[in-house]
């Protein structure tokens, strides 16, 4: 079953489209890298992806259902995710809610869901701070808990915004890790960065401009007269 | 002793008056978490204003106060609804408009009477010491409905405390859970004006709320400790009422937001001197990040 199609799509705010004409399918286990500057529309994409923006025009579908449709196969990690300084939550409380899309209202929470939050703090290494409230942690901890909380969902898709953001290198190479391993058990990403690199391992590359300036395997797609357009610059060699 | 018993041991009323005001602190405690969480305090404050043209209609036709204000905030979250989303305004903007809106037609209808004043004074300050057993269970009955609605709601409530993206893309209608939070706040300020009136129940649903929010690291001891809180100040609120012949509504309010003013100020001593602590213990921990 394809992951992620998209067909002539266009998404945006109101009646102005951001992007349009997009068409694009993604398999099992394949990785979606965006890429653009700001205000591109790497974000809007994501956004109609996870179903918070309805799509404008064109057909998408993600497990061959609408956006939104499956919260318990598609996780979505919002470029800044909210950590209230106001809201009393450890680590663990805040990756527990990446569960309640499978507890729903009314079911009690088992050990294996224990289990998944508690691998999945260990995952983004943040399980030392479990018990920790989340309004005292620096900024990368608080986007590892983040993490954490997206990786409990046990999706299928997974859609990531700018998840390096705030992090040093080493935090990117985990992030990198993380991505390539649930890769590798079929999970398929779609993942906004303005890193070049993270590219590198990608299926395919999405090059935006408030278009798609290219799309395709990241040799084709990040080619130095698409970089150039997309940001006045090419790439070193 | 004497000073802290004799007033609640020798007075019915004010038993009732303790019993009643420990009931509107256990229900305020649980909705006002969530106002305090979600950053709901105007609604809450436009609610408990709203609610006052439907009571003075009911005083006016001689139907049920209770019933009046259940139609007043039924107006008043509908109109805000309407407002906010066909005329494209802000949700502030719509509840500020409605808010002084349904305030100023609770005054013009109150002030077609002059036996009106005393009723206003009542409905916006509260009647604690001439609560009877019938509002106790009416206060009760709310505690219970209260308790149920967070119960159940208490993942899409958390995930929306949080963010309204994270409950919808955790499967929840964000706009729903809103309106099911929005009636559970009106079912406590319905409940309660009876009691601290509709100006005071708002420092009810706040302030013992934003105690607990300094000290808890879960909803639950949140919860717990603004009922505590809550319960403490009415005591005290009480007392002095009591022995310094004071508002009794006002003094329960007051002794909340001065048991916050002084847990804030404890909180923020007590950080400061951690992060000293910290800093010697730890001087590099700071700026490291590790993914």
């Known amino acids: 079953m394809t992951s992620v199609h998209a067909s002539s799509?266009?998404?945006?705010?109101?009646?102005?489209?951001?992007?349009?004409?997009?068409?694009?399918?993604?398999?099992?286990?394949?990785?979606?890298?965006?890429?653009?500057?700001?205000?591109?529309?790497?974000?809007?994409?994501?956004?109609?992806?996870?179903?918070?923006?309805?799509?404008?025009?064109g057909k998408v579908t993600l497990l061959s259902s609408a956006p939104g449709q499956l919260p318990t196969q598609v996780?979505?990690?919002?470029?800044?995710?909210?950590?209230?300084?106001?809201?009393?939550?450890?680590?663990?409380?805040?990756?527990?809610?990446?569960?309640?899309?499978?507890?729903?209202?009314?079911?009690?929470?088992?050990?294996?869901?224990?289990?998944?939050?508690?691998?999945?703090?260990?995952?983004?290494?943040?399980?030392?701070?479990?018990?920790?409230?989340?309004r005292d942690l620096s900024g990368g901890q608080q986007q590892r808990t983040h993490l954490a909380q997206v990786l409990a969902r046990r999706a299928?898709?997974?859609?990531?915004?700018?998840?390096?953001?705030?992090?040093?290198?080493?935090?990117?190479?985990?992030?990198?890790?993380?991505?390539?391993?649930?890769?590798?058990?079929?999970?398929?990403?779609?993942?906004?960065?303005?890193?070049?690199?993270?590219?590198?391992?990608?299926?395919m590359v999405m090059l935006l401009a408030q278009r798609v300036v290219s799309l395709g395997a990241p040799t084709e797609a990040l080619r130095d007269e698409y970089l150039r357009e997309c940001f006045g610059f090419t790439q070193p060699h | 002793m004497n000073?802290?018993?004799?007033?609640?041991?020798?007075?019915?009323?004010?038993?009732?008056?303790?019993?009643?005001?420990?009931?509107?602190?256990?229900?305020?405690?649980?909705?006002?978490?969530?106002?305090?969480?979600?950053?709901?305090?105007?609604?809450?404050?436009?609610?408990?204003?709203?609610?006052?043209?439907?009571?003075?209609?009911?005083?006016?036709?001689?139907?049920s106060g209770i019933l009046g204000a259940a139609i007043g905030a039924a107006v008043m979250m509908g109109g805000v609804s309407i407002v906010s989303r066909k005329f494209r305004l802000s949700g502030d903007t719509a509840i500020g408009l409605l808010f002084v809106g349904m305030l100023?037609?609770?005054v013009v209808i109150t002030s077609r009477s002059t036996s009106f004043?005393?009723?206003?004074?009542?409905?916006?300050?509260?009647?604690?010491?001439?609560?009877?057993?019938?509002?106790?269970?009416?206060?009760?009955?709310?505690?219970?409905?209260?308790?149920?609605?967070?119960?159940v709601s208490r993942r899409p409530f958390?995930?929306?405390?949080?963010?309204?993206?994270l409950a919808r893309t955790s499967g929840f209608s964000a706009r729903l859970f809103h309106n099911v939070m929005l009636t559970m706040v009106a079912i406590t300020v319905i409940a309660s004006f009876q009691t601290v009136g509709t100006l005071l129940v708002l420092g009810m649903l706040i302030a013992p709320a934003a105690t607990g929010s300094l000290f808890?690291?879960?909803?639950?001891?949140?919860?717990?400790?603004?009922?505590?809180?809550?319960?403490?100040?009415?005591?005290?609120?009480?007392?002095?009422?009591?022995?310094?012949?004071?508002?009794?509504?006002?003094?329960?309010?007051?002794t909340a937001v001065m048991i916050f003013a002084v847990s804030a100020t404890a909180n923020e001593v007590r950080k400061a001197r951690g992060h000293d602590h910290h800093d010697h213990e730890h001087p590099h921990v700071h700026g490291e990040i590790h993914v």
């Open chain 1, 9 to 57: 799509l266009a998404v945006g705010y109101g009646k102005r489209p951001v992007v349009d004409n997009i068409s694009l399918d993604l398999q099992p286990g394949e990785l979606l890298v965006l890429i653009g500057t700001n205000g591109s529309g790497k974000s809007t994409l994501l956004k109609t992806l996870a179903g918070l923006i309805e799509p404008m025009q």
């Open chain 1, 75 to 134: 996780a979505y990690l919002p470029q800044h995710p909210v950590s209230s300084h106001t809201l009393p939550l450890c680590v663990q409380d805040v990756v527990a809610m990446g569960r309640f899309a499978h507890l729903g209202l009314f079911k009690r929470s088992t050990d294996t869901d224990r289990a998944i939050v508690l691998e999945s703090m260990k995952r983004t290494g943040i399980d030392s701070q479990a018990n920790d409230p989340i």
């Open chain 1, 156 to 203: 299928e898709v997974l859609l990531l915004d700018e998840p390096t953001a705030g992090l040093d290198l080493n935090g990117r190479k985990a992030v990198a890790e993380l991505i390539a391993t649930e890769r590798s058990r079929g999970v398929t990403v779609v993942l906004a960065t303005h890193e070049l690199a993270d590219a590198e391992s990608a299926n």
């Open chain 2, 3 to 63: 000073y802290l018993v004799d007033p609640f041991a020798n007075n019915e009323f004010m038993r009732l008056a303790l019993f009643g005001g420990i009931l509107v602190a256990c229900t305020c405690a649980i909705a006002g978490t969530f106002v305090v969480l979600r950053g709901l305090a105007f609604v809450g404050d436009a609610l408990a204003h709203g609610v006052l043209p439907g009571i003075a209609t009911a005083m006016l036709l001689g139907f």
């Open chain 2, 104 to 106: 100023s037609l609770g």
């Open chain 2, 117 to 151: 004043v005393g009723d206003l004074t009542r409905i916006l300050f509260g009647e604690l010491l001439g609560i009877t057993t019938t509002d106790l269970a009416w206060q009760f009955a709310a505690l219970i409905i209260v308790g149920a609605i967070a119960f």
């Open chain 2, 158 to 165: 958390l995930l929306l405390s949080v963010d309204d993206g």
């Open chain 2, 216 to 254: 808890a690291r879960r909803i639950e001891s949140m919860m717990l400790i603004a009922a505590l809180v809550g319960s403490l100040s009415t005591y005290i609120g009480l007392l002095i009422s009591y022995h310094y012949d004071l508002a009794a509504g006002a003094s329960i309010v007051l």
